[in-house]
């Protein structure tokens, strides 16, 4: 790890979303959110290849199931959800599925619709990842956000109160 990802305190300042630049508060924020995404996605990629051996688009669709109920959700809803082509999520799915972490059916009452679902091994799978993937997010949050913004987010994260520097 480098210096810097081991230190949060030698990273440079976070931008505040109090401002003084050009952009308003909204911008601002939404940029700020966007580091924060990439940076979880980039520490979060090797984690979910070590741990679940999915990659990083068949992890969001895992975790998208996982929140829903047990019959699972039309691949149209998944797609829109993701903002994944159909095409690329119907090569994303036979994936899982060939790999155990999903089923397909028809949709009821519909030929052409599809459902997917999870598998009882995913769910064991992701609940036994679980700790070192919330770890894995609440380290990368907290090495791109500054103090006020740790303290806003840990409302939606609880995890990162407990972890404060």
Do not use: N
């Amino acid at each position: 790890m480098a210096a810097s990802q081991e230190h949060p305190a030698e990273l440079p300042e976070c931008p505040s979303l109090t401002g003084g630049g050009l952009l308003p508060a909204e911008l601002r924020a939404w940029m700020l959110l966007l580091a924060a995404t990439g940076a979880v996605e980039q520490r979060l990629r090797s984690v979910v290849k070590e741990t679940l051996d999915v990659s990083h688009d068949e992890f969001l669709i895992l975790c998208l199931l996982a929140e829903q109920p047990r019959e699972g959700l039309r691949m149209t809803r998944i797609a829109e959800l993701l903002g994944r082509p159909k095409t690329r999520l119907t090569y994303q799915i036979a994936c899982l599925q060939h790999a155990g972490l999903v089923t397909r059916k028809a949709a009821c009452g519909d030929k052409r619709g599809i459902e997917v679902a999870l598998t009882d091994k995913a769910r064991r799978q992701i609940q036994d990842a679980s700790a070192a993937l919330a770890e894995t997010v609440g380290q990368a949050v907290g090495h791109v956000i500054g103090p006020e913004q740790r303290e806003a987010l840990c409302a939606l994260i609880p995890e990162l109160a407990d972890d404060t520097p």
